[in-house]
């Protein structure tokens, strides 16, 4: 029979092993725990690399789709077939969802690099005229009147810039003032130097003195560097009406002057109609720049059709997105070739 003494030692012993039942019930409990939420995070992660894969196929065989659309359209028309317009199937391609899944969506866009200016066609012979340093001014001072903010915080000075500009692209080693190019740079943190060559993207305007991230996003919307050789004027029938604005209207007699509102306007209402012809073989259904302008031409604007496009391709697979950004050049031997390409 057992003691008092002993039946209190007894309790307390199935205590403790109760206590301890008790604590690797809770351990296990919490490693399942941990283990199935790892599972459930290992799975997100590799559905959405999944998804990632697929939304990235995607946007590539939306490039593949615009190359084609591009290539039938030059097929078309042919060399000289009249200027590619808004009214093509190029340019009418975004407007579309080329998938109809709720789940998964593919928009192609395509622009017209002509449909903004090129900086890297006022390089001509390696060497930036002042006919193309009086445009870039201009250009210049009617972005700086736009931008947002106190006359105090845009103290730029367009004449420096342009100067700047044509300092940084054309080919030799002197500027303006005759100053060799590279000592204003080389007080530069870190220093460097003039690359005496096109610009390669917009971006690159940073590194020009004078240009900062502002200035450079505030000129976005108007400007662009393709193609890098051989091409700089507008599409009159792509460029958006902000682009138009800033070309320059005249004549041999009268000069060049900045172009009006109602000029805009005009272009605008006639080739939602059809076509302008300016610069380019004319074809039928064209309405003529003179005509428009009353004798006067514009400048600087395409004389070729549009070799130059840019592509973006944006695919979305539930919830995991993709966007291709790429350039093409259709004129290329063998097919398209690709000048630049960006995956996000």
Not at 221 to 232: H, I, Q, S, T
Not at 285 to 312: I, N, Q
């Amino acid at each position: 029979m057992m003691t008092a003494a002993q039946r209190r030692a007894s309790r307390s012993r199935s205590g403790i092993v109760l206590v301890m039942v008790l604590f690797f019930v809770l351990l296990l409990a919490s490693a399942m725990a941990s283990f199935l939420r790892r599972v459930a995070v290992d799975a997100g992660i590799a559905m959405n690399r999944d998804r990632a894969q697929q939304a990235e196929s995607l946007a590539r065989g939306g490039v593949r789709l615009a190359e084609a659309i591009l290539l039938e359209d030059l097929r078309t028309k042919g060399a000289q077939g009249g200027p590619d317009s808004r009214h093509d199937l190029w340019a009418r391609a975004g407007e579309l969802d080329l998938i109809e899944d709720p789940d998964v969506d593919l928009h192609v866009r395509i622009e017209d690099a002509a449909a903004r200016i090129n900086l890297n066609g006022f390089l001509v012979k390696g060497a930036v005229d002042e006919k193309g340093r009086l445009f870039l001014q201009q250009l210049l001072t009617g972005v700086v009147a736009i931008m947002p903010g106190r006359p105090e915080e845009l103290l730029y000075d367009p004449i420096e810039l342009s100067a700047n500009l044509a300092d940084w692209i054309d080919s030799d080693e002197v500027s303006a003032n005759g100053a060799p190019e590279e000592e204003l740079y080389q007080r530069s943190d870190p220093p460097h130097r003039p690359p005496n060559r096109p610009l390669l993207s917009v971006d690159e305007l940073r590194l020009v003195d004078g240009f900062d991230g502002r200035l450079v996003d505030a000129l976005r919307p108007f400007v662009g560097v393709y193609p890098l050789a051989g091409g700089g004027g507008i599409n009159l029938n792509t460029a958006p009406e902000w682009v138009l604005i800033q070309l320059q209207r005249g004549s041999d007699v009268s000069g060049l002057r900045v172009l009006e509102e109602k000029d805009v306007r005009r272009i605008a209402d006639a080739r939602e109609e059809g076509m302008i012809c300016g610069g380019v073989e004319p074809a039928q259904g064209c309405t003529s720049l003179a005509e428009l302008l009353e004798g006067d031409t514009l400048e600087p604007v395409a004389t070729e059709r549009s070799k130059v496009f840019t592509v973006t391709a944006v695919a979305r697979v539930f919830d995991v997105e993709r966007r291709i950004e790429t350039v093409l050049d259709r004129s290329a031997e063998g097919g398209p070739r690709r000048l630049s390409w960006s995956v996000q």
